[in-house]
């Protein structure tokens, strides 16, 4: 597709559950990011994967939260034992190395933990 | 480590002008950007400058830097009921942008 795509859009769990959020990046790009959005908290860094590095996995706020990126395009953000306070917009991004800082974002995936 | 603050809300009357502040930290980042985010959409990018610049405009944005307070600016002109939506603050290089809050920008009649 021509943009970043998310799935699922929304999701509904409840507390203690494990959840998997999908990003599709767009063609090409090398960069991929992972942002958490939670109201009045603006945007919250969780990961990035550059290429074949290894990720920056500084923004991850606990061991329940990992990524992974296969074959350097789509990428999987899981949460396991989900809590309440983990309720919130998940943001992927994308971008080439060749425009620096020019993130291109999907719609996100809204996560509601009952 | 890095910090970018924002005033949540900002209310304008329609053709009014509109001036969006923020405030970083890191003072080595190349750039500093200003992205917007419209309901239910994912943010995209709005502008950006160079951090060797003191101000940039792009038709009706104007984006002006104070490096020594480490204060960015988005003035948007003759604010439309369009330009509702969140703007955000980042700064940082590719590998990292750190974004500032959001501020709500509500446009009315």
């Known amino acids: 597709g021509a943009g970043v795509s998310q799935s699922p859009s929304n999701k509904v769990t409840e507390k203690g559950k494990d959840v998997e959020l999908r990003c599709d990046p767009i063609?090409?790009?090398?960069?991929l990011y992972w942002y958490r959005q939670s109201l009045g908290q603006g945007l919250e860094f969780l990961i990035y994967?550059?290429?074949?590095?290894?990720?920056?996995k500084s923004g991850l706020p606990s061991d329940r939260f990992s990524a992974e990126r296969t074959g350097g395009s789509v990428s999987t953000l899981t949460i396991q034992r989900t809590q309440q306070e983990d309720s919130a917009v998940y943001l992927c991004?994308?971008?080439?190395?060749?425009?620096?800082?020019?993130?291109?974002f999907g719609e996100g995936s809204r996560l509601t933990v009952l | 480590g890095e910090d970018v603050e924002q005033s949540l809300f900002l209310s304008v009357r329609e053709g009014d002008s509109s001036v969006i502040n923020c405030t970083y930290t890191d003072s080595s980042s190349t750039y500093l950007y200003w992205y917007k985010q419209e309901p239910g959409a994912g943010l995209q990018l709005l502008t950006y400058?160079?951090?060797?610049?003191d101000m940039k405009q792009d038709q009706r944005l104007t984006v002006l830097l104070n490096k020594k307070d480490k204060h960015l600016s988005l003035r948007i002109a003759d604010t439309q009921t369009g330009d509702s939506a969140i703007y955000f603050c980042a700064e940082g290089e590719s590998d990292k942008l750190i974004f500032g809050t959001g501020t709500r920008l509500q446009v009315f009649p």
């Open positions: 991004a994308s971008s080439s190395i060749r425009v620096s800082g020019e993130l291109f």
């Open positions: 063609s090409g790009h090398t960069a």
């Open positions: 994967f550059q290429g074949n590095s290894a990720p920056d």
């Open positions: 400058i160079f951090s060797n610049m």
